[in-house]
């Protein structure tokens, strides 16, 4: 069965650290895998997406991912993160066009 | 910009209650989902459909019905509303494209009491 592990339930990073939230998933080809942000009270937000090509992506609000098809991961990293980021992030991989598998999400608490 | 409006943020009912959700989109998107979030649970899908009146179970689809008259709305359906059915509800859609997203609403928190 499909799965999508953010092992990371919650990461605390000061700002203007740099930050990388991990991403694995089982499936037997490769995905499309996307990042979501979701800000409190709000929907989620599309950070990126990855279908083919580049391995390393680039998305809004200056956040990338990288695909690494040995490890079956799609780890998130922004080099200096803001207090705006505070936020919950999510990993989704989609095996198909209308079936997504989100992880359960990982929590960005930011540090003055 | 794609826009998927939930006609209500937070929603109070009653226990054995009939609940409505309302989602509706404006792209004229194939695809509409919805999703139950639960802190620690990430998202979890209870129903979706491809087409008008077309729909499929998701994971968790027990104590839900869903309708889908016309294409840009969707709606999800608690035919007797229950407590463990408080949770925050999220719609989205999608095109047919596979390299496309999902665009979510910014979700119905309902408490039932």
């Known amino acids: 069965a499909q799965s999508v592990t953010q092992p990371d339930i919650h990461i605390t990073v000061s700002e203007g650290a740099s930050l990388e939230l991990r991403c694995n998933y089982s499936?037997?080809?490769?995905?499309?895998l996307f990042w979501y942000v979701q800000s409190p009270g709000q929907g989620l937000q599309l950070l990126l997406k990855y279908f083919s090509g580049d391995t390393l992506v680039q998305g809004i609000k200056g956040f990338e991912a990288e695909f690494k098809r040995s490890q079956s991961s799609f780890n998130l990293r922004k080099p200096s993160v803001h207090w705006s980021d505070a936020a919950e992030y999510f990993c989704?991989?989609?095996?198909?066009?209308?079936?997504?598998?989100f992880g359960s999400g990982t929590k960005l608490n930011v540090k003055p | 910009d794609v826009k998927v409006t939930q006609s209500s943020r937070y929603l109070v009912k009653r226990t054995g209650e009939k609940v409505f959700l309302e989602c509706v989109q404006d792209m004229d998107h194939e695809n509409m989902f919805w999703y139950r979030q639960d802190p620690g649970l990430g998202l979890r899908l209870i129903y979706f459909s491809y087409d008008v009146k077309m729909k499929e179970k998701g994971d968790i689809p027990e104590g839900y019905s869903v309708s889908r008259e016309k294409k840009e709305r969707f709606s999800l359906i608690l035919e007797s509303a229950s407590t463990n059915q408080t949770s925050m509800y999220l719609c989205a859609s999608s095109t047919n494209d596979g390299n496309q997203p999902q665009h979510f609403g910014d979700g119905t928190r309902l408490s039932i009491l």
């Open positions: 989704a991989v989609a095996p198909f066009f209308n079936k997504f598998y």
């Open positions: 499936y037997g080809a490769t995905p499309y």
